[in-house]
């Protein structure tokens, strides 16, 4: 339940922080007193849309928090799956607006996805207001409510990954059509093509190699002589590298470096001569294996030059970055040409496929459209039964289907109809029904619902709108049996439902700096007398009403 709001720096609010209890709490003040702006900050935590224009004169940043308890242990499952902390005594949800429009979220303070956000608060607390009596015309709505009663999620699921696997068949088909006729209509031009490239035969790397190979057969007699002449300066007799590191091995092995090389654990001179020697010798070696390898041969040039002309008469002509490429485009070319031969024979298999899938989905979807019209028997009894005490004796409720096209939410397509006159011809709610009779078919609605979906929070506004003496009193009496399961808050306008609250607070307005603010309070039993009886006779507050407002006072209290 929620047991704890604190609001800072929003519209009219410099600083609230309110403590409920279960049961049924009322709220109650003159209209403009701020009522709405209460129910505005609270929208925030359920993902409504954030507006700078709500932040307080001077104020840095709007803050709206709130702490719940008792947690449904169930929930465990949704903060394991969004990584967050679980604590079963209690969660704490914040949202914070900032001047530059920007706003932040926090789960037990941890930041979290305004998604994630608004996905727990909705399984926390539900706000009914007079927008939510309008929403029960969307057929959308209908559908989700008469869901929730046929308790069908898992048929439901079912059918919506069978009807996501349906719907990307259909796709692949389509693109798999038009890619065929395309590729049909190029299709000679691009055999043409992969007929050029298969006699090229490209190969990843192959040109930078050919221009390698190019560049030494252009100038193998330059690179022999140079190789050659370095051979010889390392090897030749007398004055080469290697002769003469030859006699500087003899000339040295006849000194003792002992005294001047104490550590023997540091390369000697004669070591480090003997390892320049074998190094040099190495490298002439190989240096003379590279010199006998170069051979000017011209017709080797020449091939090699046609190939090379080839691969960039082709990068060109294929109007590609590179050579490799080349071999990309050959490869695409293939696959391309292998699907419209084989189109023809994979397209019916995949139109096969479709037409299974097609028949499961309509069995899932039969199925599901059995469900609910089970559940609209119950449902429609069910609310008949749960209405007519506040005072629609006459109303008949009815769940109107027609079938229609497969989609997300199956193939049926309903209606709520109402008649609440004998002899009336059953109708849409929105048609037929009055501002009162909506508030409380709603209030039955809601009492319903909230037993299936398990909501340990819900909050009417105003939903006592339109009616008044005996009526309003039996709506108080639904509002008190609904709180024994959860916690109820009610504002209203009404004294006879304000005088079933098990706590009151008066949301109120005051004039002080310059500036209006609202504020919020819990009233006291002769508080509640007062206020309650303001609510009966007006600003002029009479002995008798102060007298009407006790009795109903302590004719609601418990036994």
Same mark, same amino acid.
């Given at each position: 339940?929620?047991?704890?709001? +604190?609001?800072?720096?929003?519209?009219?609010?410099?600083?609230?922080? *309110?403590?409920?209890?279960?049961?049924? +709490?009322? &709220?109650?003040?003159?209209?403009?007193?701020?009522?709405?702006?209460?129910?505005?900050?609270?929208?925030? *935590?359920?993902?409504?849309?954030?507006?700078?224009?709500?932040?307080?004169?001077?104020?840095?940043?709007?803050?709206?928090?709130?702490?719940?308890?008792?947690?449904?242990?169930?929930?465990?499952?949704?903060?394991?799956?969004?990584?967050?902390?679980?604590?079963?005594?209690?969660?704490?949800?914040?949202?914070?607006?900032?001047?530059?429009?920007?706003?932040?979220?926090?789960?037990?303070?941890?930041?979290?996805?305004?998604?994630?956000?608004?996905?727990?608060? %909705?399984?926390?607390?539900?706000?009914?207001?007079?927008?939510?009596?309008?929403?029960?015309?969307?057929? =959308?709505?209908?559908?989700?409510?008469?869901?929730?009663?046929?308790?069908?999620?898992?048929?439901?699921?079912?059918?919506?990954?069978?009807? /996501?696997?349906?719907?990307?068949?259909?796709?692949?088909?389509?693109?798999?059509?038009? !890619?065929?006729?395309?590729?049909?209509?190029?299709?000679?031009?691009?055999?043409? =093509?992969?007929?050029? *490239? !298969?006699?090229?035969?490209?190969?990843?790397?192959?040109?930078?190699?050919?221009?390698?190979?190019?560049?030494?057969?252009?100038?193998?007699?330059?690179?022999?002589?140079?190789?050659?002449?370095?051979?010889?300066?390392?090897?030749?007799?007398?004055?080469?590298?290697?002769?003469? &590191?030859?006699?500087?091995?003899?000339?040295?092995?006849?000194?003792?470096?002992?005294?001047?090389?104490?550590?023997?654990?540091?390369?000697?001179?004669?070591?480090?001569?003997?390892?320049?020697?074998?190094?040099?010798?190495?490298?002439?070696?190989?240096?003379?294996?590279?010199?006998?390898?170069?051979?000017?041969?011209?017709? /080797?040039?020449?091939?090699?030059?046609?190939?090379?002309? =080839?691969?960039?008469?082709?990068?060109?002509?294929?109007?590609? #970055?590179?050579?490799? %490429?080349?071999?990309?485009?050959?490869?695409?070319?293939?696959?391309?040409?292998?699907?419209?031969?084989?189109?023809?024979?994979? *397209?019916?298999?995949?139109?096969?496929?479709?037409?299974?899938?097609?028949?499961?989905?309509?069995?899932?979807?039969?199925?599901?459209?059995?469900?609910?019209?089970?559940?609209?028997?119950?449902?429609?009894?069910?609310?008949?039964?749960?209405?007519?005490?506040?005072?629609?004796? !006459?109303?008949?409720?009815?769940?109107?289907?027609?079938?229609?096209?497969?989609?997300?939410?199956?193939?049926?397509?309903?209606?709520?109809?109402?008649?609440?006159?004998?002899?009336?011809?059953?109708?849409?709610?929105?048609?037929?029904?009055?501002?009162?009779?909506?508030?409380?078919?709603?209030?039955?609605l809601k009492k319903i619902l909230a037993s299936r979906m398990n909501l340990p929070t819900i909050i009417f506004d105003?939903?006592?709108?339109?009616?008044?003496?005996?009526?309003?009193? #039996?709506?108080?009496?639904?509002?008190?049996?609904?709180?024994?399961?959860?916690?109820?808050?009610?504002?209203?306008?009404?004294?006879?439902?304000? /005088?079933?609250?098990?706590?009151?607070?008066?949301?109120?307005?005051?004039?002080?700096?310059?500036?209006? !603010? +609202?504020?919020?309070? /819990? &009233?006291?039993?002769?508080?509640?007398?007062?206020?309650?009886?303001?609510?009966?006779?007006?600003?002029?507050?009479?002995?008798?009403?102060?007298?009407?407002?006790?009795? &109903?006072?302590?004719?609601?209290?418990?036994?």
């Amino acid at each position: 339940m929620l047991e704890k709001l +604190t609001i800072k720096n929003y519209a009219l609010i410099d600083s609230l922080e *309110l403590d409920f209890h279960n049961g049924l +709490t009322i &709220l109650t003040g003159e209209t403009g007193a701020g009522k709405s702006i209460m129910l505005g900050a609270l929208s925030l *935590l359920l993902g409504g849309r954030a507006d700078t224009r709500v932040i307080s004169d001077g104020g840095s940043k709007s803050i709206v928090e709130a702490l719940f308890s008792d947690i449904d242990p169930e929930l465990h499952e949704f903060f394991d799956r969004n990584d967050l902390e679980w604590n079963d005594a209690e969660v704490i949800i914040r949202r914070e607006i900032a001047q530059n429009g920007r706003s932040r979220t926090f789960i037990n303070d941890r930041p979290v996805t305004l998604g994630i956000l608004s996905q727990l608060a %909705e399984q926390l607390i539900d706000i009914h207001s007079q927008h939510a009596n309008a929403r029960l015309n969307d057929p =959308q709505v209908q559908l989700e409510i008469l869901d929730v009663m046929a308790e069908n999620e898992a048929l439901r699921k079912d059918y919506l990954e069978d009807f /996501a696997a349906y719907v990307n068949l259909r796709s692949r088909i389509h693109r798999m059509r038009d !890619n065929i006729e395309k590729t049909r209509e190029n299709s000679e031009f691009m055999r043409f =093509q992969l007929e050029q *490239l !298969n006699k090229l035969n490209p190969k990843k790397g192959e040109l930078e190699q050919i221009e390698a190979r190019f560049e030494l057969l252009s100038d193998a007699d330059d690179i022999k002589e140079r190789l050659s002449s370095t051979a010889s300066m390392l090897g030749g007799y007398d004055e080469g590298v290697i002769d003469r &590191l030859g006699e500087a091995r003899g000339m040295i092995s006849g000194v003792d470096l002992t005294m001047f090389e104490p550590d023997p654990n540091v390369p000697g001179i004669r070591e480090r001569l003997e390892q320049v020697f074998i190094e040099v010798k190495d490298i002439f070696e190989t240096v003379e294996d590279f010199a006998a390898s170069i051979d000017s041969d011209p017709a /080797a040039l020449a091939k090699t030059t046609e190939r090379m002309n =080839q691969y960039y008469d082709a990068v060109k002509r294929f109007r590609v #970055k590179n050579a490799d %490429e080349l071999v990309a485009l050959r490869d695409r070319l293939a696959e391309d040409l292998q699907a419209i031969d084989l189109g023809d024979s994979e *397209l019916p298999e995949l139109e096969r496929l479709y037409k299974e899938k097609g028949k499961k989905l309509k069995e899932r979807a039969d199925l599901l459209t059995a469900s609910r019209h089970r559940a609209a028997e119950d449902f429609s009894r069910i609310l008949n039964e749960t209405a007519r005490p506040l005072g629609l004796r !006459n109303m008949e409720f009815s769940v109107g289907f027609c079938v229609g096209k497969l989609t997300p939410q199956g193939q049926d397509r309903i209606e709520f109809l109402c008649a609440f006159n004998k002899n009336q011809t059953p109708g849409p709610v929105a048609k037929i029904a009055s501002g009162g009779e909506i508030s409380r078919l709603m209030l039955s609605l809601k009492k319903i619902l909230a037993s299936r979906m398990n909501l340990p929070t819900i909050i009417f506004d105003e939903v006592d709108t339109g009616v008044s003496g005996e009526i309003a009193d #039996k709506m108080g009496d639904m509002m008190v049996a609904m709180s024994r399961d959860m916690q109820v808050m009610a504002i209203t306008h009404l004294p006879q439902v304000a /005088a079933k609250g098990k706590s009151h607070f008066k949301v109120y307005k005051n004039d002080g700096n310059g500036k209006t !603010n +609202t504020f919020v309070r /819990a &009233l006291t039993f002769d508080e509640r007398v007062r206020e309650i009886a303001g609510m009966m006779s007006g600003s002029n507050v009479s002995e008798a009403a102060l007298g009407n407002a006790r009795a &109903l006072l302590e004719g609601n209290l418990p036994g």
